[in-house]
T-cell receptor, first 113, second 108 residues
């Protein structure tokens, strides 16, 4: 049972580079979301999706883009990386909105130099 | 927006001790979940508990929604319980909002 799978696990970018963090789930969950975790600040919501073709902004969306073309995948794009985006990124999914049990991927540790 | 506060921020225990972690929230919530983040960074869902009491082995949780708090009890703590414990809530939206966590260290 794969659950929620994130790739890569670690990444170093130079300022201004772009990249995509991948997230896939095999539980047929409608709801998927991206969080970032910074020291002392808990997890903050970046973007979320309630189903294929639907996305919305969370608490800290600036500098990030998302799309949801399939139920299984929810990639997070950094168009022009900045040092302030150095963080650990988590993808989560749940069956039907965040009023049901949430499952998290193992995280991606991103460093922007 | 809703505020989610956890206490204590840090907790150090000897193996075998019991502990209580608290989560206070500033508004009515639809959902409350407790997570454990282990030292390797993985987030594990412990309880989905919008109200009432649940138990799972040495862990139990109680949410009193009308008084806007939830408690996580850890009995007979083990070194594998170390990590950070988060509560997270939703309120009238699809956004899961996290508290800042309680860091627990259990020593043999």
């Amino acid at each position: 049972n794969a659950g929620v799978t994130q790739t890569p696990k670690f990444q170093v970018l130079k300022t201004g580079q772009s990249m995509t963090l991948q997230c896939a789930q095999d539980m047929n969950h409608e709801y998927m979301s991206w969080y970032r975790q910074d020291p002392g600040m808990g997890l903050r919501l970046i973007h979320y999706s309630v189903g294929a073709g639907i996305t919305d902004q969370g608490e800290v969306p600036n500098g990030y883009n998302v799309s949801r073309s399939t139920t299984e995948d929810f990639p997070l794009r950094l168009l022009s990386a900045a040092p302030s985006q150095t963080s650990v990124y988590f993808c989560a999914s749940s069956y039907n909105g965040m009023n049901t049990e949430a499952f998290f991927g193992q995280g991606t540790r991103l460093t922007v130099v | 927006g809703i505020q989610v506060e956890q206490s204590p921020p840090d907790l150090i225990l000897q193996e075998g001790a019991n502990s209580t972690l608290r989560c206070n929230f500033s508004d009515s919530v639809n959902n409350l979940q407790w997570f454990h983040q282990n030292p390797w960074g993985q987030l594990i869902n412990l309880f989905y508990i919008p109200s009432g009491t649940k138990q799972n082995g040495r862990l139990s949780a109680t949410t009193v929604a009308t008084e806007r708090y939830s408690l996580l009890y850890i009995s007979s703590s083990q070194t594998t319980d170390s990590g950070v414990y988060f509560c997270a809530v939703t309120y009238n939206t699809d956004k899961l909002i996290f508290g800042t966590g309680t860091r627990l260290q259990v020593f043999p």
